[in-house]
């Protein structure tokens, strides 16, 4: 299996929660979204310079390094989900299956995304917002937590998930190496992101998780992608948010394990 990260987060960011199931019966990887640290990537951090091609092709790089040959589970979360989709559409050879969490084909979001969305766009005033809420992101863990909790729906659930502060702990030292400006132009590049004209490239077997609450994807967006994908299952988690393994993680542990399951 190759995970990927959502934005802002790290390469670590499966670390603690990854599920014995899969640490004892498969191997599994994690990869690195550009410009997150510790990415060694070292392209321009421009809007301009980020596109659907780039993100395949780096993390076809980093994939050919760990797995040299055979297919593999693709799972990724959020933006994650997204670059999951985008690589299977350009690489469909290497892909056994994608699962997306909370991802989408197009970037356009809601909330505290779509706010930092808009900061993003502008300059001078707008940038100067950015970088002072990025930054304030970056002063303590404790700013962190608060902004995941922002994605949620499920806000007390989130807090009794007991992987949260481990995970934040283990990826909060690489949040604060994050170049700022790279970050704002990963969130304008996100207005960009467009996968609707491949949607028929993308013909493995699809699991798409989503929370039917989601204040930053909208959950008509994700169902209605998975009803446009050849092979697609779409599982609903009710009344869930931005963060569904750990707002209702039984349920989605064990949509996650029986797909795997059934897709060997």
């Known amino acids: ?65 760990l797995i040299p040959e055979g297919d593999f589970h693709l799972a990724g979360y959020s933006v994650g989900g997204f670059a999951a989709l985008n ?23 809601r909330g505290l995304e779509g706010a930092l969305q808009f900061f993003s766009k502008g300059k ?11 930054r304030t992101l970056k002063t303590h863990p404790a700013f962190f937590k608060l902004a995941t909790l922002s994605y949620a729906r499920q806000w007390r659930a989130l807090l009794r998930y007991p992987q949260l502060d481990p995970t934040i ?24 992101m467009n996968l609707m004209d ?3 490239c993308i013909e493995h077997p699809t699991l798409v998780i989503a929370g039917d609450r989601d204040p930053i994807i909208p959950f008509h967006h994700q169902q209605a992608y998975a009803k446009m994908l050849p092979n697609a299952q779409l599982a609903v988690l009710p009344g869930v948010g931005h963060v569904p393994f ?16 059934h897709h060997g």
Do not use: C
């Open 198 to 200: 491949e949607h028929h």
């Open 124 to 134: 001078l005033l707008r940038k100067a917002l950015f970088h002072m809420g990025f």
């Open 246 to 261: 750990a707002e209702a993680p039984l349920a989605f542990r064990t949509e996650l394990l029986q797909w795997l399951n």
């Open 1 to 65: 299996m190759v995970w990927i990260h959502g934005l802002t987060a790290s390469v670590n960011f499966w670390e603690d929660a990854m599920y014995e199931e899969i640490r004892n019966e498969r191997s599994w990887f994690s990869i690195g979204l550009p410009f997150h640290f510790p990415s060694t990537y070292s392209g321009r951090a421009t809007p301009s310079a980020l596109d659907e091609y780039l993100l395949a092709e780096l993390m076809d790089r980093a994939i050919n390094e």
């Open 87 to 109: 690589y299977a559409a350009k690489y469909p050879a290497r892909v056994r299956s994608v699962i997306s969490i909370g991802g989408f084909l197009t970037g356009r979001a």
């Open 169 to 192: 702990r283990r990826i909060f030292p690489n949040v604060q190496q994050h170049d700022i400006e790279a970050q704002r132009a990963w969130f304008r590049y996100l207005l960009d």
